[in-house]
Each structure stands twice: as C-alpha cells, then as structure tokens.
C-alpha cells in the first residue's frame, strides 16, 4: 500500500503553555499579525513545492500550538495555497487541531467552510480537577459542549485524554474512558502523560511535589486502555492511537508508513523524497525568527539533510513497528538493501515481543509495544 503524501502546517501560538508540554508551542501577549504569518506559510509551502513538484497531496494537518486560534480566513489561505501548488484528491483528509474553549468553538463552522473536514479536540481530561492541573483553560462542561458541535460540523471527529495522571487508578480510567467513548466519532488518541526536561512539570517531579503512576501501575493503565477500547469497537490501529475501522488518521499513517510529507511553518519537520535521496527537514523554531526568514528566503529551513541508508531504515523501523500491521519486510529489504537479522528476529518472537505474520509482515505484540525502543534498536543493530 502507498503511504501517500501529506503536509503538515505548523502554527505555533497558544493562549497559554500547558506545564506538560515541551511541543513548539509559544504565548504572546499581542496577537500575532495573522495577514503577515498567513502570506509566510504560503510562501513556504510554494518554495517547498518548486523543490517537490507535482505531488499528490492525501492529507493535511494543521498542528500547534493551537490551530484553532488561526482565523478562518488564515486557514483558507494555507489550504487555497496547498490546492494551488499541489493536486489534492477528492478524498484528502484535511484535520485541524482544536482546544474545547468556547470562543475556538465559535470559530468550528468557518474551518469547516474554509476546507477543514476532520477535527482533533484537545480535550485531555474529563475531570475539571485534573483539567486545571494539566493547565487547561476549558473545563468538562466546556469540553463537552465543543464535542457536540464539532460532530454537528465535521464529518470526522477525535479527541485526546491523557492518562497515567497523578493519584489516577485503573478503575477512574476504565470509568473515564468509557465516558469518552460515549461521546467520540470514530477516533480516540490516548496518551500516557510523561514528563519532559524543560517543563514546568519536570521540576515539579525532580522535587517530589508531583507524583505519577509507578512502572507496574502505569502498565495496567495501558492494558485498561487496550481492553476497554476494543470492546467499543475502537482498538488500537498504533500505540497511542484506537480507531473505528477505516476511521484511522490518514495524515499519521503517512509518518508511521513512512510517506514523505512537507513541514511547514515555525518548528515543523519535513521528509522529502527529491532526487538525490530522503530529506531530513527543519525549520526555525522561533515564530518571529521563522517569519523573518521566509520573508528574505522564501523558507524558515535550518536544517536540510540527505539522510543515510542507515538512517532511513532505522527510522522505517521505529515508525512503522508502532503500527499494529507492523511493517513489510520486503520493503524494508529495499530501503535497507539487506534482509533483518535472521537470528535477532527470531529471538524476538521467541520472547513474545514480535510476530511474523502473512504477506512477510512483523508485528509487535502488545507486550513489545511496551518496550518498542528496545525492539527496534535490537532489530536495527
């Protein structure tokens, strides 16, 4: 199967940075000039077009930050652009992310108009306790009003929680999923929360005034999610990731099957297959710094490297063996020009972390998902 081609659009502004989060997300007191961002991501996405013609585009992905706080009419020049370096299909898959606050609801109805036709909702919590831990703004009343008028407006609707949360049991999770579950489309993303170097919640856990689940808790909390997803029809189709059948995000498996895709705007990472091998790109973090270089250049780039055969394969590894269809083997034979190691592979299996299935394809169990760096490495060595 194709992995496809996708664009992914980064806006990098938030109304206020969660203590979890280490993503390129940044707070300004001033409304960023939206005219000025809006003609920037254009020009980028047409310089990043020139050194990749003529691609058929499957899916786009407005990520942050906060998308939502973008103007419709913002998105419409990014998307209008998009259609008008590139061909997108008829059926491309064109997400925004959203937070549940009232005001970013209010906006739901001109995405939708400007071409938007799947929403991801940071939700994060369905406890108003925990929602002003994580440094939300929204809390549950909030949250679910946002979910009802996001599926009155979209044809395609998934929501984030994040578990693993201080003082959380296996029982609160089960009950608080199942809720979710009442309310979602067709896509959950769950995330286990982690704590990060350079966030507030790091110093907060280095001191001992935050406390999360212990190694054997946290594995629970992971089984619970596995289990009570399945039997509301939404298993997971990646580690983090459950979805109705067919309902999966086509923007993310482009990643995990290792598509290439275009990264555009402040912090956005690219891989593009040009002539002379698979690009590595990165673009300036900094909102402003960004700004300033697209509009002398043409593109914010700071980084633009050929990956190796080695690099390429590694990174085939590590993204497609979060998948539950794991990867082909005989795709990875032609990147890699060699086959697995014959001898690792099946030591894998014989620890139950990996199978061989139909059709020369690797899988890895769910009890290799839970320790899927070390798969990958032993496999990459």
């Keep these: 199967m194709s992995p496809g081609f996708g664009v992914y659009v980064h806006?990098?502004?938030?109304?206020?940075?969660?203590?979890?989060?280490?993503?390129?997300?940044?707070?300004?007191?001033?409304?960023?000039?939206?005219?000025?961002?809006?003609?920037?991501?254009a020009r980028e996405i047409r310089t990043t077009a020139k050194r990749?013609?003529?691609?058929?585009?499957?899916?786009?992905?407005?990520?942050?930050?906060?998308?939502?706080?973008?103007?419709?009419?913002?998105v419409a020049v990014v998307l209008d652009t998009i259609a008008d370096v590139w061909t997108v299909t008829g059926d491309a898959e064109i997400t925004m992310e959203a937070n549940p606050s009232s005001v970013e609801a209010a906006r739901f109805a001109g995405y939708r108009a400007a071409g938007v036709n799947r929403l991801s909702l940071g939700v994060q919590a369905l406890s108003d306790t925990d929602l002003r831990l994580l440094g939300r703004l929204h809390d549950v009343k909030k949250a679910l009003a946002a979910i009802e008028i996001a599926r009155a407006t979209f044809p395609r609707l998934s929501f984030d929680l994040i578990y693993a949360r201080p003082g959380q049991s296996v029982a609160d999770w089960e009950r608080?999923?199942?809720?979710?579950?009442?309310?979602?489309?067709?896509?959950?993303?769950?995330?286990?929360?982690?704590?990060?170097?350079?966030?507030?919640?790091?110093?907060?856990?280095?001191?001992?005034?935050?406390?999360?689940?212990?190694?054997?808790?946290?594995?629970?909390?992971y089984a619970a999610t596995l289990a009570v997803t399945a039997a509301h029809g939404l298993p997971a189709y990646e580690i983090s990731n459950h979805a109705a059948p067919g309902a999966e995000c086509r923007h993310n498996l482009v990643y995990w099957r290792y598509g290439a895709y275009a990264g555009i705007g402040p912090g956005a990472h690219g891989r593009l297959d040009l002539t002379d091998g698979r690009h590595a790109t990165v673009t300036e973090r900094h909102p402003e710094t960004w700004l300033d270089a697209v509009e002398a250049r043409g593109d914010g780039l700071v980084e633009d490297v050929v990956l190796t055969v080695e690099e390429a394969t590694d990174e085939f590894l590590l993204m497609g063996l979060r998948l539950a269809e794991g990867i082909d083997l005989a795709?990875?034979?032609?990147?890699?020009?060699?086959?697995?190691?014959?001898?690792?592979?099946?030591?894998?299996?014989?620890?139950?972390?990996?199978?061989?299935?139909?059709?020369?394809?690797?899988?890895?169990?769910?009890?290799?998902?839970?320790?899927?760096?070390?798969?990958?490495?032993?496999?990459?060595?």
């Design 176 to 221: 608080e999923l199942g809720t979710a579950l009442g309310y979602t489309c067709d896509h959950l993303s769950l995330y286990q929360l982690t704590i990060e170097e350079g966030t507030p919640f790091f110093d907060l856990h280095a001191r001992g005034k935050l406390q999360t689940p212990d190694p054997d808790l946290a594995a629970d909390l």
């Design 11 to 41: 806006w990098p502004f938030c109304a206020a940075k969660c203590p979890y989060c280490d993503f390129n997300s940044h707070v300004r007191h001033r409304a960023p000039d939206q005219v000025r961002f809006a003609n920037a991501l």
């Design 331 to 381: 795709r990875y034979e032609a990147l890699s020009g060699r086959p697995l190691n014959p001898r690792r592979l099946a030591d894998l299996v014989g620890y139950g972390l990996v199978s061989e299935g139909p059709g020369r394809r690797v899988r890895a169990t769910p009890q290799g998902f839970a320790v899927l760096d070390a798969v990958v490495a032993d496999l990459a060595a």
């Design 52 to 74: 990749a013609p003529g691609m058929k585009v499957d899916s786009i992905f407005l990520g942050g930050g906060t998308p939502s706080l973008m103007d419709p009419a913002t």
